[in-house]
């Protein structure tokens, strides 16, 4: 049996990155020559638009395994509907349908366990199982927290992303309160970071220089914004062990639109080296927690 580890990927909020940061890793994971698992657990099904799957025409998803716990809906595992993806990701496909499920959850004692109970069928077959939670405060955010040995929180920078932080937080002290699970957040990632290293105008070389020479010094305004987000930043890395910075990158919108992860249309881009440098961080905790266990 392999060894197996289990990333879930965080935030209440929409619009965060985590169904971008869950499908680059795996990316990069995947060029690396694991094998991986990417679950969606989010009912919007961006993650399985991303690696290039079209919800509609699925037979089977995410709602279906779910709604095999209750009586009088047919038995379905984990691999009956795992289907593969061009990128050589294998993919547990979401659908609309999933909103459907969350309600009949709230009636079962065991419903936080249900992710981690099904997911253990495929153990023996990936390196690495991926969880894209949705941007909510529901069952399937708990469920893929309690299925994950890590957790990565990717947190936008916008005005809220501070608060965001605080309600996770009240999630992880929830989940370790009332069923025993110690839950934390190895890693955060801040997404579409833009101004502090001029990073954000995804341009280089001349096109860069002439923007030096030819543009105005910063407004007043983009001076505050600019003294925001290294006082956001400054936070974050007072609450995370490690925090990486994805600048906001054109690469990442024509990666979607192709259906493959970033490693495999834009891997030089100024975000495609920090979703590698990403995956290779988190290849060294698991080596390190593997030797600690």
């Known amino acids: 049996m392999l060894d197996i580890t289990i990333v879930a990927f965080a935030h209440h909020k929409g619009g965060t990155g985590k169904t971008t940061s869950c499908l680059n890793v ?3 994971l995947q060029k690396n020559g694991k094998s991986v698992l990417v679950v969606d657990c989010d009912p919007q099904a961006n993650a399985t638009t991303g690696l290039g799957v079209n919800p509609n025409t699925l037979e ?12 009088g809906f047919p038995d379905v595992v984990i691999n009956d509907i795992i289907v593969p993806t061009a990128s050589g990701i294998d993919l547990a496909p979401a659908t609309l349908d999933l909103v459907g499920v969350e309600p009949y959850l709230y009636g079962i004692e065991d419903r936080a366990g249900l992710l981690k109970a099904a997911l253990a069928r495929v153990r023996g077959t990936y390196d690495f199982i991926l969880i894209d939670t949705p941007p909510s405060m529901g069952q399937f955010v708990i469920n893929g927290l309690i299925a994950a040995d890590h957790t990565i929180v990717t947190l936008d920078p916008g005005t809220f992303a501070l608060k965001g932080m605080e309600a996770l937080s009240t999630v992880f002290g929830d989940i370790r309160e009332m069923l025993g699970e110690d839950v934390t957040a190895d890693f955060a990632i801040l997404t579409r970071w833009k101004g502090l290293d001029e990073r954000a105008a995804g341009t280089g070389g001349l096109a860069l220089f002439l923007k030096r020479i030819f543009s105005p010094g910063p407004s007043a305004e983009e001076g505050r914004e600019r003294e925001r987000l290294k006082t956001f930043e400054a936070e974050v890395r007072k609450a995370f062990k490690q925090v990486f910075i994805v600048p906001y990158s054109p690469a990442i919108y024509e990666t979607q639109q192709q259906g493959l992860p970033i490693s495999h249309y834009a891997p030089e881009s100024d975000a495609g080296r920090e979703y590698r440098a990403i995956t290779t961080a988190l290849l060294e905790l698991d080596e390190k927690h593997e030797k600690d266990v």
């Open 26 to 28: 795996a990316g990069y």
């Open 60 to 71: 089977l998803s995410m709602y279906d395994l779910f709604m095999s716990t209750f009586e």
